[in-house]
């Protein structure tokens, strides 16, 4: 992993919060930085970072910085994405301003718990290149033909 990069920890369920990791990604390429992109549907995505619960990583967004391992969160997390963009950086440093950091967490937290009825209403559906994709994160479906067999011991 390049020190010069950060890892973007998204909900690769939510087709809303895929797109913006993805968008994410662009400009943060922009601003030379190498953005990295890990949905926390992949299970060996937590595993990496021990120190984000899955709860965690369902309310937010994080950011970390490979280089110095300092992660953000929600609002701090896209903050720290726009300072690495030329000419609109200064609008990540404007999260830091007492008043402005508030509305920007409270709208964060808005947006965060209707991504779902946003990707919905909007049609964005997890992307097909999305590391869930692959079904890794679907539930196993019984099929057809399979019948739900009983293990000596378990109840039901």
């Known amino acids: 992993m390049e020190s010069n990069s950060l890892t973007v920890l998204y909900d690769g369920t939510c087709g809303f919060c895929t797109r913006q990791a993805r968008f994410a990604q662009?400009?943060?390429g922009i601003g030379g930085k190498h953005v990295r992109l890990a949905s926390t549907a992949d299970p060996r995505v937590l595993e990496r970072?021990?120190?984000?619960?899955?709860?965690?990583?369902?309310r937010q967004?994080?950011?970390?910085?490979?280089?110095?391992?300092?992660?953000?969160?929600?609002?701090?997390?896209?903050?720290?994405?726009?300072r690495e963009v030329?000419?609109?950086?200064?609008?990540?440093?404007?999260?830091?301003?007492?008043?402005?950091?508030?509305i920007a967490d409270g709208g964060y937290r808005v947006i965060a718990r209707n991504r779902h009825r946003l990707s919905r209403v909007l049609g964005w559906q997890a992307l097909p290149d999305d590391s869930?994709?692959?079904?890794?994160?679907?539930?196993?479906?019984?099929?057809?033909?399979q019948k739900p067999t009983s293990t000596p011991g378990a109840s039901y």
Do not use: F, K
Request: glycine share 10%.
């Open 132 to 145: 869930c994709a692959d079904a890794a994160c679907a539930l196993p479906q019984p099929s057809d033909t």
């Open 49 to 58: 970072y021990p120190n984000v619960s899955r709860e965690a990583a369902n």
């Open 26 to 28: 662009r400009i943060g």
């Open 86 to 102: 030329p000419i609109i950086g200064l609008a990540g440093w404007l999260y830091y301003v007492p008043i402005l950091h508030q």
């Open 61 to 82: 967004m994080y950011v970390q910085e490979e280089g110095t391992g300092r992660r953000y969160g929600g609002a701090a997390a896209v903050a720290r994405l726009l």
